[in-house]
Structures are given as C-alpha cells and as structure tokens.
C-alpha cells in the first residue's frame, strides 16, 4: 500500500452549521469531473441518486449564482464520489471513494449535544427531542417522512464506524467557536470509541479551513491557525492519531462581493467560480 488509503476504502466528511459542506462537495462534483488542476478526478454514477442531488446544486450555483439554503434533514442526501488517479502509473486507477451524506450542520449538531450524545457503545440510549426542536421540518400536509434525529444518528454512526479517514471542514467565522469545536471533538471521540488505539492511530484525519477567501493569515501557519479555531481537537488529535493534514481552502473565488444583510455578509456567487485548493485535502489521503 503507498497511500494512506486503499482504493475502496471510503472518507467521511463532517462540519458543523454553515461550515460549508454543501457548497464544498457541489464545487468538487462539479470541478473535478471537468478540468480542474489536480491529481485526482471525480467519477459519480450517474444514475445515482448522489448525482442528481449534486447536478440540482451545480444548476443552483453554477447558472443562477444563488447559494444553496441551509440543508434540511429531509434533503441528508448520501453522496458518492470515486476519486480516479489522473495521471502516472496508476492514471485511470481508484484511489478511494468520499462517501459520505451532505448532513445538515443543524442535525448533527443536535446530535452530538450532550443530552442526546449517544456513545457508540451505548446505542440504545434514548435521545430526547423536544417539542420546538428545529429538527421536525413543519410540514403543512403532514404527509413527508422526516427523518428522526435518531436516524440522522444511524447515518453519522455507518460513517464513523465504516470510513478509513475523515474530513473535518471548519468555519473561520463560526460565531460560537465552543460550539463548532466541540461538535468536532464528539465526533473525533466517537471515531475513536469505535477504533483499537493502533486503528485510530492509523486512521488519516484532515482538518480543512473554508471560506479562505476570507482568511488573511499574517506570520501563522494554517496548522497555528486551526489550534485557535478548534483547540479541543487540535489537542485530541495531537495524541491520537499519526496522519494528520492541515489545510486551507474556498470554493467560491477570491475577491468576491458581499452582500450585507443585518450583521451577517453573505458573499455573492460570482458568474466564474474561482475555487482554490479544493483537491487538497483529498489528495493528503493518496
Ligand atoms: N466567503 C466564502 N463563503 C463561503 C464559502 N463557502 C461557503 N460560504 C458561506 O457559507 C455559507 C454556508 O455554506 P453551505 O455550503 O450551505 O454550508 P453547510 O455546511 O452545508 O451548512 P448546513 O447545511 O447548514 O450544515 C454559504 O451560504 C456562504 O455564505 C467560501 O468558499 N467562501
Ligand atoms: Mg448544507
């Protein structure tokens, strides 16, 4: 084995509210299988239900430059992309697959609160969901099927338990760093929970700033940078795990306009999207 992984081995990515997900994985889908610079291609079947949800969200920001609204646990759609060497020896050969779902940061943060934190070894804890929880999509006809928060939990735990490395993609501007991070942390300790210490040890783990565009690092490096944003699990990482990588990136385009709305800026999607390093932290598991 060269790399860190294997070829049906397959990655999770996880990241809290507005961290970016769905924005990331709809530019990946849609740069890598056409020409972006980078040692690896996407391959999705495409008659896969991944594809027309991923196809649904390039049409959104590709063409109508809108960005997508915050993801509903009824729309915790299951992703699947096989990353293909592009060149070299193995050109044409899998290196591995993402697999993972385009979780709500909303979900998986309650989830991983503590009162609802289900360890692995515990699953049959009761999760308790209370009668205003933003989880139940109001649904006028009363007629979808919305996922409980305990199934949200199922999907997060295949991927815990089943992936061979992970993608933690963090938001610079997260208002409540403690909460970003300690969404993070939970995580972390559940992969752990679910590994021997020398599995864990092994187990490839990428930490990904978003929005970079955004971010000016003056004499940091981006590892400096992420102790400050998420210093629990910079710090459970450090003992935990052997292969761990640092980056940073942004999936819109550099210098993009803002839009202010209240306090909040929401950036403008610009008509040629410019996204920077996105294959990196792919490519750390190669
Ligand atoms: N400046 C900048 N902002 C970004 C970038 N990517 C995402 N954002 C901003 O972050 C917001 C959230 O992005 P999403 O991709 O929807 O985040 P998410 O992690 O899917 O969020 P949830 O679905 O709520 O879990 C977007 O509406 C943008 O305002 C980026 O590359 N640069
Ligand atoms: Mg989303």
Redesign the pocket.
Known sequence: MSGKVEPYDKIGLFGGIGSG??IYLTVLFRELSKGYDSKLAVKVDPYSSSYEYLEEKVKLLYERQEL?R??RPNECERIQFHLMYKRGAKKGERAFSLWTY????ESLENCFKPKNYLSLKNPEGIIETSEDSPLEDKDPSGTSQVPSQTSVRELIDEIILEAKGFIFLIDPFRQSKIDQDSLLLRIARAIEAGRSKSALLKTPIVFVVSKADQVFLSNQTIEEYIAELVPLTYSWQSFSCENVGFFSLYSLGKNIDVIKKGDKSIPKVPKNLQPKNIADPLEYFI
Request: proline share 33%; charged share 20%; hydrophobic share 10%.
């Open positions: 997900k769905t997508p915050p993801t385009d979780f709500p940061g």
